[in-house]
């Protein structure tokens, strides 16, 4: 009887043991990441991607299509193109809004943005507009993971967001970078194509199905609740009376003059204007839209805040006295067998 309680006992152990180990590497706002950056991070801008045939049969159908793009070290990374039937500004709102993404991103439990930078773009900043950082929590069965990110704001120019870990703060993850691409879809401007592809590395702690789904599934999830929640939006916009935005003027006034070019072919250019014009009116709405929600988000004034370096020290704590009761409990069950 003895040496059933200690197996029990040490069935007991190994359970308590598993669900601490991932506090060995806890997250820590405070405390610097282990390294600053271990893969050469996603540059803004067109990932030139090819579509052939067989990939615009796979997005005419809804699903997305994934491909490899070869990385700015020279690696590869798998990339997923997805098309959305709303317009980019829509879907630029939903990516943005990451003080919301628990409620609508895949294993997200909790995610607030921590600092806000804004920038002017220029040529010497490639064009950056603004820095998001974001403090996000994952959630997988007996095992949370937090991460501190940093992303890189090139919507107007580049058409482009793209991210890396906060390396001043710990993660839960060893590393984190990407990049979204988004432009209209060539056939329709009131729809979305867009590009993802990101880079995961998790310690060797973190259980293999983690690392997993963080790798494989994830990739293709990013894209599906974008779209979800993009076409949601968009369909309530135009039940209200809403639809399709109206085109920006010309910015040539009515007695400027034309090159000479310009006035045998009307149309060169034409088309990259309007491109321009309609990723200005894009960037604008989507900054409008982040904007509403930060003030909305500061008007809740939450003032109490329970940091989650306490929420792991009472969890730790809980379950080391768990474990001494139940040794206690066993020990004793079996002293009284004994007998």
Same mark, same amino acid.
């Given at each position: 009887?003895?040496?059933?309680?200690?197996?029990?006992?040490?069935?007991?152990?190994?359970?308590?043991?598993?669900?601490?180990?991932?506090?060995?590497?806890?997250?820590?706002?405070?405390?610097?990441?282990?390294?600053?950056?271990?893969?050469?991070?996603?540059?803004? =801008?067109?990932?030139?991607?090819?579509?052939?045939?067989?990939?615009?049969?796979?997005?005419?159908?809804?699903?997305?299509?994934?491909?490899?793009?070869?990385?700015?070290?020279?690696?590869?990374?798998?990339?997923?193109?997805?098309?959305?039937?709303?317009?980019?500004?829509?879907?630029?709102?939903?990516?943005?809004?990451?003080?919301?993404?628990?409620?609508?991103?895949?294993?997200?439990?909790?995610?607030?943005?921590?600092?806000?930078?804004?920038?002017?773009?220029?040529?010497?900043?490639?064009?950056?507009?603004?820095?998001?950082?974001?403090?996000?929590?994952?959630?997988?069965?007996?095992?949370?993971?937090?991460?501190?990110?940093?992303?890189?704001?090139?919507?107007?120019?580049?058409?482009?967001?793209?991210?890396?870990?906060?390396?001043?703060?710990?993660?839960?993850?060893?590393?984190?970078? =990407?990049?979204?691409?988004?432009?209209?879809?060539?056939?329709?401007?009131?729809?979305?194509?867009?590009?993802?592809?990101?880079?995961?590395?998790?310690?060797?702690?973190?259980?293999?199905?983690?690392?997993?789904?963080?790798?494989?599934?994830?990739?293709?999830?990013?894209?599906?609740?974008?779209?979800?929640?993009?076409?949601?939006?968009?369909?309530?916009?135009?039940?209200?009376?809403?639809?399709?935005?109206?085109?920006?003027?010309?910015?040539?006034?009515? =007695?400027?003059?034309?090159?000479?070019?310009?006035?045998?072919?009307?149309?060169?250019?034409?088309?990259?204007?309007?491109?321009?014009?309609?990723?200005?009116?894009?960037?604008?709405?989507?900054?409008?839209?982040?904007?509403?929600?930060?003030?909305?988000?500061?008007?809740?004034?939450?003032?109490?805040?329970?940091?989650?370096?306490?929420?792991?020290?009472?969890?730790?704590?809980?379950?080391?006295?768990?474990?001494?009761?139940?040794?206690?409990?066993?020990? =004793?069950?079996?002293?009284?067998?004994?007998?």
């Amino acid at each position: 009887m003895a040496s059933v309680a200690a197996m029990k006992v040490l069935a007991f152990v190994l359970i308590v043991g598993t669900i601490l180990a991932p506090f060995a590497d806890a997250s820590n706002f405070n405390k610097p990441h282990s390294h600053t950056g271990k893969v050469e991070p996603f540059q803004p =801008g067109d990932p030139k991607i090819n579509l052939d045939g067989k990939a615009l049969g796979v997005l005419e159908t809804g699903k997305p299509y994934q491909t490899q793009v070869v990385t700015p070290d020279g690696g590869g990374t798998a990339l997923v193109v997805q098309d959305v039937n709303a317009p980019t500004h829509v879907v630029w709102g939903r990516i943005l809004d990451y003080d919301n993404y628990a409620s609508m991103v895949p294993k997200t439990i909790d995610a607030k943005n921590y600092n806000i930078i804004e920038h002017t773009p220029t040529k010497a900043n490639n064009f950056l507009e603004k820095e998001i950082f974001t403090r996000m929590k994952v959630g997988f069965p007996v095992l949370k993971l937090e991460f501190f990110v940093r992303h890189f704001v090139h919507i107007q120019h580049h058409k482009s967001l793209t991210w890396t870990l906060d390396y001043t703060k710990e993660s839960d993850f060893d590393e984190s970078c =990407g990049f979204w691409f988004i432009i209209p879809h060539p056939d329709d401007p009131d729809k979305t194509r867009l590009y993802y592809s990101v880079k995961v590395g998790m310690f060797d702690w973190v259980p293999k199905f983690v690392v997993d789904f963080m790798s494989t599934k994830a990739l293709t999830d990013a894209t599906a609740w974008v779209k979800k929640y993009s076409e949601s939006e968009w369909a309530d916009i135009v039940a209200k009376g809403g639809g399709r935005k109206s085109e920006g003027a010309s910015t040539e006034g009515s =007695g400027s003059k034309r090159s000479a070019i310009q006035r045998l072919f009307p149309f060169v250019g034409k088309k990259k204007r309007e491109e321009e014009e309609r990723a200005a009116v894009e960037a604008a709405a989507a900054a409008k839209i982040l904007e509403e929600r930060e003030e909305e988000e500061r008007r809740r004034k939450e003032v109490v805040a329970i940091r989650p370096g306490w929420a792991r020290y009472v969890l730790v704590s809980v379950v080391i006295t768990l474990a001494i009761y139940n040794i206690n409990l066993f020990m =004793g069950g079996g002293h009284e067998k004994s007998q």
